[in-house]
């Protein structure tokens, strides 16, 4: 019963939060800004007259694209000279060495794309300055970009017909300055209160009661695990992340932290309807998402809190898990970090049961749409959106439509190119992976856990959700680099067709509901719109998932275990 109620009030609480948030962000991006956030406006237009951008006009999708794209290839090529640098830059007090080559091409391309997978353990091999100037910043601007691509693209499909999707220059600013920074702030100093330490110091050297000595590494550990959570990045200061009781000391800075991971992506739905102007929209697509995330939640705790059946242990599955969480809260933060494109983790996931892996697999194969990413998530959804309105016009003979905008062959053409970036960077790269050597020696684990290993690493890669088993070793060169390229495709394949179809709605001329008209705000559109997320994720990832986490299942009940 207390994980239900556990369960019932974090989403509560998500909810009750994620309403006002969303109202806000919409006059945020409208520029219609609340009496509290007009003294910002002085540092957001300070910054555009710094930066050159005094005279900032609307962008077609075309160079929309290409302003992100090309801030996105700075921010790759100065986060990679941070961590190649490290040794000879300031505030590394431990004196770390620079990461290697491949290490550091992967964790530049990690952060960059929002990603954050871990192919390193941050205390040891980071030194402060990269952890606060390379991998912070990104984790802003990262989530940023995600926000700003989400309000572009719902611009094209709420917006009067234009050739034009905003300026991503203003958009990115907005982000951070009105939105990141000060919610950043805010759980930053909740967190510090919890415990969590915020300092300059290096290491410290403790005696143990035994006499020995042990190396505690500390630093600004606050601040970035703020951001890490709000931007769903979910990269950690220490290897194990929030297992590690410096980044999640209490309950309380657990609760917190779970509640930030789906707080922004929950908002921006309430944000698509106050800019649809029809709430109704906004709400259609949180429940949707609502009801698949307490669906794959319910599995999760159920199988977590009935434990190995080969061991017979009360208390549930607590293998991999902290004392201090149990299975409940280790089952509510694994669901809410996989269901968004977040990674971060209080417990190993290699060690959850069969059925719990296939749970976090599916929610990042279907595309981190279940919530998602911040931003990510949205146009995410909007994706699923074209198609299951596709299937619905096409089982009842009408012109599909969505908020008065016919949906045509160039629509759906360009929703399945993106539909489709997660096919290729998970079973096309992961069947490689399989065959190769290096990718054999990369799982900790024989038979179909081995392979749900290397499942769970490219649908994390090509979900940018940075998760991992805990039993994959990602720092091998080949995995590293190919982990990388995977990232670039899962992030950027995703966000440029979806550009390119917001651009073809916004030049549509927008018609009036009639009595024929589908509505797209009903328990019937609802039901639709998970079916069509569950059906193409089902056909397009259930051999695979049959072959691990499945077989597994079955095989723990015939008395084997992997």
Not at 76 to 81: D, E, G, R, S
Not at 136 to 156: C, H
């Amino acid at each position: 019963m207390h994980i239900l109620l556990i369960d019932a009030l974090y989403i509560t609480v998500l909810l009750a939060l994620a309403w006002p948030l969303g109202v806000y962000m919409h006059q945020v991006y409208e520029g219609d800004f609340p009496r509290f956030a007009r003294p910002i406006r002085g540092v957001e237009n300070w910054l555009c007259r710094a930066g050159g951008l005094g005279t900032l006009k609307p962008q077609g999708w075309q160079a929309y694209a290409l302003a992100m794209l090309a801030f996105n290839v700075a921010g790759f090529v100065l986060l990679y000279a941070i961590l190649r640098l490290q040794a000879v830059l300031p505030l590394n007090p431990d004196h770390i060495p620079p990461l290697s080559p491949a290490v550091a091409f992967n964790t530049a391309v990690s952060f960059v794309t929002n990603t954050n997978w871990q192919a390193y353990s941050g205390e040891a091999q980071l030194s402060q300055f990269s952890q606060m100037v390379g991998l912070t910043v990104q984790n802003f601007v990262s989530a940023a970009t995600g926000m700003a691509i989400a309000i572009a693209v719902v611009r094209g499909f709420t917006g009067p017909k234009s050739t034009t999707l905003g300026n991503f220059w203003v958009d990115l600013i907005r982000s951070v300055l009105y939105i990141l920074l000060p919610l950043s702030i805010l759980l930053a100093l909740w967190l510090a209160i919890q415990g969590v330490p915020q300092s300059f110091h290096g290491a410290v050297t403790a005696t143990t009661l035994e006499g020995a000595h042990q190396v505690i590494p500390t630093g600004p550990v606050a601040s970035q695990l703020a951001i890490k959570q709000l931007g769903t990045n979910g990269g950690g200061y220490f290897g194990v992340n929030a297992a590690h009781p410096f980044e999640n000391p209490t309950i309380l800075s657990d609760l917190l932290q779970t509640l930030a991971i789906l707080l922004i992506p929950a908002a921006l739905c309430i944000t698509f309807g106050r800019m649809a102007r029809d709430a109704r929209q906004g709400r259609a697509l949180l429940i949707a998402m609502l009801l698949m995330f307490v669906a794959g939640l319910a599995v999760i705790q159920w199988q977590e809190s009935l434990g190995n059946p080969l061991l017979h242990l009360a208390g549930g599955n607590m293998e991999g898990k902290e004392q201090r969480f149990g299975p409940a809260l280790s089952g509510l933060w694994a669901a809410a970090t996989t269901a968004a494109s977040n990674g971060s983790v209080n417990a190993m996931h290699d060690s959850f049961m069969p059925l719990s892996g296939l749970v976090m697999l599916v929610n990042m194969q279907v595309g981190e749409v279940i919530f998602g990413g911040v931003g990510a998530g949205l146009y995410g959804i909007l994706l699923y959106v074209v198609l299951a309105v596709f299937l619905a016009g096409l089982m009842v003979g009408r012109t599909p439509e969505y908020l008065g905008r016919k949906i045509e062959r160039r629509e759906v053409t360009l929703a399945m190119l993106a539909f489709l970036a997660m096919a290729v960077g998970i079973l096309v790269a992961g069947a490689a992976v399989t065959v190769l050597p290096a990718g054999k020696a990369a799982i900790s684990n024989p038979g179909p856990h081995g392979l749900s290993q290397i499942l769970y690493a490219y649908s994390s890669f090509t979900g940018n959700n940075g998760s991992a088993f805990a039993g994959f070793n990602a720092a091998d060169p080949l995995e590293a680099v190919l982990g990388g390229v995977i990232m670039l495709l899962g992030r950027f394949a995703m966000i440029l067709p979806m550009l390119a179809l917001a651009g073809s709605m916004a030049r549509k001329v927008r018609s009036e509901a009639t009595a024929g008209t589908f509505p797209t705000h009903g328990p019937l559109f609802i039901t639709l719109l998970v079916g069509t997320v569950v059906l193409l994720g089902a056909l397009t990832f259930f051999p695979a998932l049959a072959l691990g986490p499945i077989a597994e299942q079955v095989s723990l009940v015939a008395g084997q275990s992997f």
